[in-house]
């Protein structure tokens, strides 16, 4: 052990930082505070005791606990010698009391609490929480990363509410879902429309179910409000609120996301654009049935002619129209020409004309911002999407190996993919070489040929070390694994930890020791 030490402290100090930030600030602390000279002194520099985190996030969405050992020496040791310098914690379920009750903590203004269920997460929202003085006069910044199957519609609006109400100096506020199962979302009721939120609010990043939702934080009540980053479940085009025109002076930034279609780009999102004369940065993201297609010169008529100030526009914005509307001509260069001056960024498009006589227009930002794409097809293969993390593959043409091979590639931090394309492949390759998706944690296949099953499933077509959530029909299944006999799939099919059928199924005798790794 004393060699070791001695080698490392023969290292300069920039070798010595290099290999502590691969560390982290956590394993940092405990492991050379109060050790030789020189090395407690750069664990107590800022750059190690400014922030700290508590918890270990797993690849299926988990959250692991920290050892109690190292909690207590943590609570007793550490955190009192350098409770002054800590401005950030990340806490999970397990530690949270007590790491917050260790030490005065006099310059901490940031929390992020990972993996807790609405009952603990409410009970320190509450009067009687034992850190409710630090909830309301201390933290400013917070973020929440909520597991999504804890959650329903009414614990998460709950949890929302008592947040903005307690914390009264709050200014920031990210609730945080995983993308592995259903979303829950923000909802107005009675109770909802009484709360009083915090008039120090400046940043706002929440799920909401619908547009009303939306419109309902933007009543006024959230005063201070600058910036909002809302993903809504469903753009409808009927409302239950009156849609108010009031101007939004104070909003700069402003990013809107829906994952379904919508026919209210004209009546409803367009209009409450109109509000934000002020905005700085746009962002949009969404996928809307008209009869005409949303292009460059559509967005400058419609939108960005009533923002002056708008420095940076990013956007997705996929248009579903009949065929017959776009005369069968209409081009990527056709839409190209419609953002000549365009004074944002670069713009890539892709135009596909399905059998079924409904034509796709995509339009985005390059370099493309989006962590969500769906129905991506054949026709976008020259453009890289470094940031999306949920992809849905949609075509009426097959997608062969080496599509896959360039998805690989260009979609680098990929974990979820839904895949739909009942067409098989046509270049049946024997000697592909193995792709890898070294992120993929999920895949759903919905109306997918067996081909598609097999590229994925087959280990030595597809390297998918992190996958362990499979939805897929229970034939197909039976089929691609050979009544779970099949050598080529078990390997990847024996890491899965949770598979989802549509139906109940009664399974056979061997099928766990196929899927050994499946929560029973």
Not at 323 to 328: F, G, K, L
Not at 335 to 355: A, E, H, L, M, P
Not at 458 to 473: D, E, F, G, M, R
């Amino acid at each position: 052990m004393s060699n070791r030490i001695i080698n490392l402290l023969d290292l300069p100090d920039e070798i010595l930082l290099i290999i502590f930030n691969k560390l982290g600030s956590f394993y940092v602390l405990y492991s050379l505070l109060n050790s030789t000279q020189r090395l407690d002194l750069i664990a107590r520099s800022i750059h190690y005791s400014k922030s700290i985190n508590f918890s270990t996030e797993l690849s299926d969405g988990q959250v692991s606990t920290i050892d109690s050992d190292k909690l207590h020496r943590f609570c007793v040791e550490i955190l009192p010698q350098i409770h002054d310098h800590i401005q950030i914690i990340t806490l999970e379920t397990t530690s949270i009391e007590r790491i917050l009750l260790a030490a005065q903590f006099p310059n901490l203004n940031t929390l992020v609490l990972v993996g807790f269920s609405p009952e603990i997460l409410s009970s320190y929202f509450t009067e009687k929480s034992p850190i409710i003085h630090l909830l309301k006069e201390q933290i400013k910044f917070i973020t929440l990363k909520i597991r999504n199957e804890m959650f329903n519609d009414i614990s998460y609006t709950y949890i929302c509410e008592r947040v903005l109400s307690v914390c009264e100096k709050c200014t920031y506020l990210d609730i945080k879902q995983s993308e592995m199962v259903r979303f829950s979302r923000f909802s107005i009721d009675d109770y909802s429309q009484n709360i009083c939120y915090s008039s120090y609010l400046h940043t706002l990043i929440i799920r909401v179910r619908t547009f009303d939702d939306c419109l309902f934080l933007l009543d006024g009540r959230l005063k201070s409000l600058s910036s909002l980053t809302v993903r809504v479940s469903f753009i409808e085009r009927l409302s239950i609120i009156t849609d108010s025109r009031e101007q939004l002076f104070h909003l700069k930034e402003f990013s809107l996301e829906c994952p379904r279609f919508s026919t209210a780009y004209d009546c409803r999102i367009v209009r409450l654009l109109h509000r934000m004369i002020n905005l700085n940065k746009l962002t949009l993201s969404f996928y809307i049935i008209r009869l005409k297609v949303i292009d460059g010169i559509d967005l400058n008529e419609k939108i960005l002619c009533h923002m002056l100030d708008l420095d940076k526009f990013l956007f997705h914005i996929c248009t579903i129209m009949p065929t017959y509307q776009t005369n069968n001509f209409l081009s990527t260069n056709d839409i190209q020409n419609t953002f000549i001056n365009w004074k944002y960024s670069q713009v890539g498009c892709s135009i596909d004309r399905f059998s079924n006589g409904i034509t796709y227009c995509h339009i985005y930002s390059i370099p493309f911002q989006m962590t969500n794409f769906m129905y991506l097809t054949n026709s976008i293969r020259n453009d890289y999407f470094q940031f999306v993390i949920n992809l849905t593959l949609y075509d009426t043409r097959p997608f062969e190996y080496d599509f896959f091979q360039w998805m690989s590639k260009a979609i680098p931090l990929l974990r979820y993919l839904t895949l739909s394309n009942f067409l098989p492949q046509v270049k049946k390759l024997e000697n592909q070489s193995c792709i890898p998706y070294n992120r993929l944690v999920r895949i759903r296949f919905t109306r997918a040929h067996i081909d598609y099953i097999y590229q994925f499933l087959c280990h030595t077509k597809a390297y998918v070390p992190q996958l362990s959530i499979l939805k897929i029909q229970y034939d197909k299944l039976v089929t691609i694994t050979n009544n779970f006999t099949n050598v080529t799939t078990q390997i990847n099919c024996s890491q899965l930890k949770q598979l989802l059928f549509d139906e109940i199924i009664v399974y056979p005798e061997h099928f766990h020791d196929y899927f050994p790794c499946l929560t029973k």
